[in-house]
């Protein structure tokens, strides 16, 4: 049984830092590609960042992009999220999801995790 398990979310101060860990079992983990999407209130969720199977091919939206950095670590199951400059709109429920390929991550994810929530004040 594949699980996606999020960690790391929590309250934080506008243009404070937080970094979002996602731990993978029961999936070859080095033979998927990774992604982070987010859902705030009231809104649709949207993809956020994604990571191939080697790290090599990155990608964040532009609305993070230079504040949020995706990451992954093959030895540990585990893809990152640092994220720093938080603001408040960057509040919402943060899930990653795992794909068979980049694109598939972005648009038709196979596995999804159980969504971890940040809050960032003004």
């Known amino acids: 049984q594949v699980q996606l398990v999020e960690s790391g979310g929590g309250l934080v101060q506008a243009g404070g830092s937080l970094r979002l860990s996602c731990a993978a079992s029961?999936?070859?983990?080095?033979?998927?590609?990774m992604g982070w999407f987010r859902q705030a209130p009231g809104k649709e969720r949207e993809f956020v960042a994604r990571?191939?199977?080697?790290?090599?091919?990155?990608w964040h939206v532009p609305s993070v992009k230079g504040r949020f950095t995706i990451s992954r670590d093959n030895a540990k199951n585990t893809v990152y999220l640092q994220m720093v400059s938080l603001k408040p709109e960057d509040t919402a429920v943060y899930y990653c999801?795992?794909?068979?390929?980049?694109?598939?991550?972005?648009?038709?994810?196979?596995?999804w995790g159980q969504g971890t929530q940040v809050t960032v004040s003004s």
């Open positions: 999801a795992a794909g068979r390929t980049a694109v598939a991550v972005t648009t038709r994810p196979d596995y």
């Open positions: 029961g999936l070859t983990f080095s033979n998927y590609a």
């Open positions: 990571i191939d199977w080697s790290g090599d091919n990155i």
